[in-house]
């Protein structure tokens, strides 16, 4: 373990698997508590490993925050509501060791999705628990990545742990009456995570890998609980297996973006891309047909294709009318508007996207104008190309879209 990345990246997950393993214990109205545990625990593992890194840093993690916490529940006992199972000392250490091993970790992070994800709270407050609790994130790095302030966060946290405290303790998935409409929010809210990984807010870090892994891996511990394996739910981990395994081309060595004609597809991952295969096979089950089985459905075109040229468009237009027809999105009929000008030719792709021209969502968004500055440019406009470019650039949200579109102008 080399550098200080692995080290970070240890200590983000671990704090996901410790505050909802100790939540499932304390019960939703101790999670201050469980935070401040599993805090002290990682402020002893920075103190002690300045001089050199345990042969098993994980289980050292774990078993300070075993010895911590009984610690302090044994301090706060007389103060605190705790669950009947911690009467004893015998009762206290065993539950703690077994909330904490290795077997419970899933069980504890699903029930925390379900109980955050919470109908009575609205998706940003969703998203921002999942990223600080299920994601380790702190606070600060939340409201980076929204280009929020850090009391805004600290209002949705708090928000979400009021909220939580009603509970008596954190549900089991299988007995949840409203099980369906929490899943729906649940997977909305991963689907934001995702895509904040992919291409987020956050200007000077705008792709983000690890929170694209942390979404596919809370997708996929979605399918590990009777309740919650459905047929989307695999749809939505084929869309994110697909998109990961473009990752390592979508930023060149200089952090700018490279447009998927550019991208070379001998580094996609492909054992990802199978990965997403499999999850797009089983679901296939039932009759539903999803937001998500569309997007998976688009993702999987491009992943499978030797080239741009080489894609079936003829689908992925299919796919996107589906899509256009149920969203009425304008982001979904641009999209929509560039599948058409691979199939149809550029002049029709044209007439869709200049047709969208008013949309007031579109007007400020700088792929947009990328995208018709794009087809100017192969039609060999290369006046409108350069006005168009221009305006995306204008609008661009970070230094690596910004240098892109620069970088097409100097092409011309």
Partial sequence: MSGTEPVEDLVRKEYAHMVSALTRVLGPSNLPLAEDVVHDALVSAMHAWRFGMPQDPKAWLVRTAHNRAIDIIRRERRHRSLLPELATATALTSTIEAALAPAAESAGQLAMMFAV???????ETHVTMILRWLCGLSPKEIGQAFLVDTRTIDRRLHRGRGRLRRLGRLPDVDDLPDA?????SVLRALYLLFNEGYHGSNPHDPVRPFLCEDALRLTELLLDATATAQPDVHALAALFCFDTARLPTRLDEHGVFV?????????WDR?????GLTHLARSAAGDHLSRWHLEAGIACEHAIAPSVRETDWDRIVGFYQILAERSRSPVVALNRGLAVAERDGLDAGRRELIALAGEPKLSRYPFYWAARADLERRAGSHTAARELYSRAIALSRSPAERTSFERRIENL
Avoid at 117 to 123: A, E, F, K, S, W
Avoid at 180 to 184: E, F, I
Avoid at 259 to 267: C, K, M, S, T
């Fill in 117 to 123: 994800c919470d109908p009575g709270l609205n998706r």
């Fill in 180 to 184: 369906g409409t929490r899943r729906d």
């Fill in 259 to 267: 447009p998927l004609e550019d991208q070379d597809r001998g580094r």
């Fill in 271 to 275: 054992a990802r891309i199978e990965r």
